[in-house]
């Protein structure tokens, strides 16, 4: 599987890299668009990836229908954003270890991210098209 950075105009991949929130949008069984606030990081592999819960709807989306897309604002300059439209995998993590991971990305407690009760799920966002506003080059 391709490192998403080497896929990322250099000019946009301070948004993959910076601990920033993206909207994430999924797909219902009616077709209907589902957008949520999400965390997000590139992992030692490359890969894009992120942590949801079991009793969410955008999993029960996903399981359902795995095509997604994850859409950056730059805080800085609400013109430059970065969209990736993904396939998501799925994969159960019943250490928490990707979750973990947010600590430390995100500067946050990690008391306050890990519930021990909680079916976490990791997400790899696996990269559909890239599309980097503005355009460079």
Not at 22 to 38: E, M
């Amino acid at each position: 599987m391709p490192d998403i950075l080497k896929e990322v105009p250099e000019s946009h991949r301070d948004l993959l890299l910076a601990p920033l929130t993206a909207t994430l949008t999924t797909i219902d069984v009616k077709g209907r668009p589902q957008s949520t606030a999400v965390w997000y990081f590139v992992d030692d592999d490359g890969q894009l990836k992120g942590s949801i819960t079991s009793d969410r709807q955008k999993y029960k989306n996903l399981r359902g229908n795995p095509h997604c897309d994850l859409f950056i604002i730059d805080p800085q300059n609400p013109f430059r954003t970065l969209e990736v439209r993904a396939e998501a995998d799925l994969t159960p993590d019943p250490d928490k270890a990707t979750v973990r991971k947010f600590a430390t990305v995100y500067n946050a407690d990690e008391s306050m991210l890990v519930r021990e009760e909680e079916d976490r799920i990791t997400v790899t966002y696996r990269l559909r098209r890239l599309v980097a506003s503005p355009s460079q080059g």
